[in-house]
């Protein structure tokens, strides 16, 4: 694959040091290899499995910190929102708005978002198939959406576990104008670590090569410098200091 879309950043805005670090690094990687990482980090994680759990900044100091990337390093930028009432305040931030996998039959959600002029990527439910995805992005479609990418993230298989159906990638290819594989949510297991997710950071980078085997368009990456002191998904992210080497295993 020539120019894969490439997506990577931290999963949850933690602070603007993080940030700056992360958003370093991409740019240093987009310049040794001729790519455009497209940036990605929550202002608001609204589906942690405990109530103590970490969420963010806020709507409105993470938009400004996400803001403050964009004019500083000229990344693009990608963001996930939970209500129909943040997709046009955040899609006037963002290149591409993310739906989270629990909200993507969510009409209202996949309506507003398409209302903007970001790009909308809905990452598949992990109790969905690749056919039923047919029908959030018709959803789009219909609402005006101007370009729409399905995310392939994994299904449940049992308790506290993920499994990749690869068919997925060429199924939802069908319906979206670009079909992402999510390399390090698909190696989560939800809810295994004690009131948090656990993960398998291990298996992320066979993900990536299996997915591209299967003709995916893109590839999205949490990282973090240090993933087991991370606030949110430690487990499944990468380490910064990989990134390279694995979206450099992707592109030769």
Known sequence: MKNPILIAGPCVIESAELLDVIARELVRINAALNRQIIFKASFDKANRTSLHSFRGPGISRGLQML?????????????????????????????????PAF??????????????????????????????????????????????????????????????????????????????MDCT???????????????NREYIPAMALAAQAFGADGFFFETHPTPDEAKSDGPNM???????????????
Request: charged share 25%; with cysteine.
């Open 185 to 199: 949510h698909s190696v989560q297991r939800p809810g295994a670590a004690g009131g948090k997710t656990g993960g």
């Open 103 to 180: 909200l993507c039959r969510q009409t209202d959600l996949l309506v507003a978002a398409a209302k903007t002029s970001c790009i909308v990527n809905i990452k598949k439910a992990q109790f969905l198939s690749g056919e039923d995805m047919q029908y959030p992005v018709e959803k789009c479609r219909e609402a005006g959406a101007k370009e729409v990418w399905l995310t392939e993230r994994g299904s449940m298989f049992g308790y506290n576990n993920l499994v990749v159906d690869f068919r997925n990638i060429p199924i939802m290819h069908q319906y979206a104008d670009r079909v992402i």
């Open 67 to 99: 803001a403050d990337i964009k004019e500083k390093y000229g990344l693009m930028l990608t963001t996930d929102i939970h209500e129909s009432t943040q997709a046009e305040q955040v899609g006037e931030v963002v290149d591409v708005l993310q739906i």
């Open 238 to 252: 990468l380490y910064l200091r990989d990134l390279q080497q694995v979206i450099q295993s992707l592109i030769s």
